[in-house]
Nanobody, 113 residues
């Protein structure tokens, strides 16, 4: 059974940095499409970015966020730089494996002074 577990969320000041991690069991990140999503209070879940041969990011985070995959550790990271209050949300790791999609439980990121 595939399971994704995010970690690394917390409180960060505007302009600061934070790195989120996502660990997978039962599957391999290096052979599958991987992405991060987020959901702010009262809003729909939105795509943040995808890590694959054609990595891309939402315009709201492009140039500030970076997704990376550590195949040896089977981990995915979301490096968040120059964070803004509007980045406050629950962040979710997503993976597609053999046509099935999997979500983590989410990790809360709060950007506030």
């Amino acid at each position: 059974q595939v399971k994704l577990v995010e970690s690394g969320g917390g409180l960060v000041q505007p302009g600061g940095s934070l790195t989120l991690s996502c660990a997978a069991s039962g599957s391999d990140f290096s052979n599958n499409a991987v992405a991060w999503y987020r959901q702010a209070p009262g809003k729909q879940r939105e795509w943040v970015g995808t890590s694959d041969a054609f990595a891309d990011y939402a315009s709201a985070v492009k140039g500030r966020f970076t997704i990376s995959v550590d195949s040896a550790k089977n981990m995915v990271y979301l490096q968040m730089n120059s964070v803004k209050p509007e980045d406050t949300a629950v962040y979710y790791c997503w993976m597609q494996d053999n046509g099935k999609t999997y979500w983590g439980q989410g990790t809360q990121v709060t950007v506030s002074s």
